[in-house]
């Protein structure tokens, strides 16, 4: 936690770089250059010594950023009193629309039962594992919150009036 990624533009995209030359471009241990590797850096042939692809080396960095920045699975949300991303029981789960399109996710943390939040679009909360049993609860929402009015349209509730 809190360690700082490896710039990944010290690579030269055209050069290769063994794992030893990898780790001293990186200030990196050697077996965190055979991490990478394990974790789907891409390298040039079968056997050692393993040859890496700047260009390689800066895709799988920059990605490695990217995922450092969401810490979060789909399907956990951030508790900031356990400082980690928590995997809430999916039944503990609420969505909470701000608008048409975005809302909360509002959960209980399994492990110290205070509130977790985490903002989140529609569209995005249908990619979730949890969507399901979401769904569920909104159901027995939709009409007070009226979430997605469309979505309602078949329910008959009155808003067939379009002059
Ligand atoms: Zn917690």
Redesign the pocket.
Known sequence: MGKRLPNPRLAKIHRNYTVEETANLYEVHKNTVSNWIKQGLAVCGKKRPFLIMGRDLRVFLEAKRVKNKQPCKPDEIY?M??RAP?KPAADLIEYKATTATLGNLVAI?P??E?IMNRRVSLAKLKQMPCYLSITQSLEELHITECINPSVNSGLNIGEEHHA
């Open positions: 508790c009193r356990c928590k943390c492990d110290c205070s």
